[in-house]
């Protein structure tokens, strides 16, 4: 517990922490156990946050300009840099990463912030040709006041992503962080103290969704939501911000393709397709959990990822093997729901949970499950757990179906050496994303990413997140 630096249970509203009476346990879910205490904010603090983060637009935080905000950023950026280490020692026992991939997330949120503080002062309007004796031009401006209800599952990305694109372009936030994964959303709290961020420009209320994310969703002070988590959740929150007319930035998971034709380079595309499907432990938003495989090839890439899923280590997080635990008893328990409808199908191979990894540990072995008919519903819903189904096709048309035949549509991967084919694929399938001949290249700070359907909509990552977070004003001139 040494890396935690700061009290997890204060939450942070126009620049000043305090201590709540109330609290939740932090569990560490390598072991189950109990390891500190978050505060329990609802109603009254989110009615707090709100007002200091209006009172930061017309305060510090609203006078400072484009380039001004952006050298903060990049500020905080170094920090986060500096402290990697720290930050992902404190995720790995907030929520069971184990310790790589919780680095790769820590520096990837200060890539975000480096991303979005270089943006800054690059976002530029228009000059339209209009009538005769007018000049007519837009302005990017902020919404004002954006809530970002964030989840378990990469609490540091999807914190960097969404908050970073929002304080680039002059908005004050008001986070919530999922109750189980709040420790380092605190911590880059304290960092931007550090870093010199005017009060109420970063607001961090913790506490359970049902009451202070849903006094956020609802809040009338508000000018934008943008929340990633499940389909019911986003419901919820969309129909809350119709209330208010605000806009609302949707990002609820999906069931991801990853198509391989039979002239496919195996030894590429093989880490891929087991990677997007288990990396932590399979409780990604773009996980790659359908894969799709051209008959004459279905025995070969069944073989060779049963090799790589057997040899799959599951263990506490400070251990850093293949997969840490899941997030929860509750998740680990849905998972298993899940698995069980599997009973029917073939298990081409599972991965090992290790000797020694403590009982109250939320652990399951990943599990590939062979020959899967595309109607089967561990093929149609979304498992978040470390899972993999693979489908035979047998003509491009049916992969394209397949590939479409889900109520999601985030990314897709197609694996082929034909390019006239790869491209045909990345017109068909439906999805925000389509990699060929890669599979999240690289974590792709720089992409827009988001969805269809069930995934949700709106767009965040990249330079598109900003305009997300913007709103549009035009100006016309009359002039003679
Ligand atoms: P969730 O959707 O309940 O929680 C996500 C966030 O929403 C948390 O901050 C939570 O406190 C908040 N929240 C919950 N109820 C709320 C409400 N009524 N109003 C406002 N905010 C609220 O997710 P979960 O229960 O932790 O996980 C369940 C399932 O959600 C998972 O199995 C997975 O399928 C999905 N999920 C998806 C993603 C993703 O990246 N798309 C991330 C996490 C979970």
Sequence with gaps: MTAIWFPTDEVLVGGVWSRLDGTLPVIDPSTGEGIGAIARGGADQIDAAVAAARAALTGDWGRLTAAERGRLMARLAGLIRERAEDLALIEALDVGKPLTQARADALAMARYFEFYGGAADKVMGDTIPYLDGYSVWTLREPHGVTAHIVPWNYPMQILGRSVGAALAMGNACVVKPAEDACLT??????????AGFPAGAINIVTGLGSEAGAALAGHPGINHVSFTGSVGVGRAIQAAAAQNIVPVTLELGGKSPQIVYADADLDRALPFLVNAGIQNAGQTCSCGARILVERPRMAEVVDRMADRYRALRVGPALDDLDLGPLISARQ???????????????VAAQGTIVEGAPEGGHYVAPTLFTDVSPDHVLAREEIFGPAQVVIPFDTE???????????????????????????????????GQVFLNNYGAGGGVELPFGGHGLSGHGREKGFEALYGFSTLKTVAAWHG
């Design 185 to 194: 959303a605190l911590a880059l709290a304290r960092l931007a103290d550090e």
């Design 332 to 346: 680990k328990a849905t998972v298993e729901r899940y698995l069980a409808q599997g009973a029917g199908l073939t």
């Design 397 to 431: 048309d049916e992969a394209i179906a397949i590939a479409n035949g889900t109520d999601y549509g985030l990314v897709a991967g197609v694996w082929t050496a034909d390019m006239g084919r790869a491209l045909r694929a990345s017109r068909r399938i439906r999805s």
